[in-house]
């Protein structure tokens, strides 16, 4: 939506047209990175996780005084 709304500035007559479009399309870029990021993490946090064994314990004899 971001991209769309700076092409149709890009096209208004004038520099301060041209300019605003060309900052929307900077945040265009920095929102879809930002969205990338954010599906990476979520894939990264829906993944199972491998369940580690507990370390095994030293088992000692019980010996009497």
């Known amino acids: 939506m971001v991209e769309h709304t700076a092409h149709r500035i ?4 004038g520099a301060a047209g041209t300019d605003t479009a060309h900052r929307l399309e ?3 870029r920095r ?12 894939g ?11 370390p095994a314990g030293r088992h000692t004899a019980h010996r009497s005084p």
């Not at 879809?32 to 990476?40: E, G, N, P, T, V």
């Not at 990264?44 to 507990?54: C, D, G, I």
């Open 44 to 54: 990264h946090l829906v993944q199972p996780r491998v369940a580690t064994a507990p």
């Open 10 to 13: 890009a096209r208004q007559p």
């Open 31 to 42: 929102l879809h990175a930002i969205q990338q990021d954010l599906d990476s993490t979520a």
């Open 26 to 28: 900077l945040i265009a």
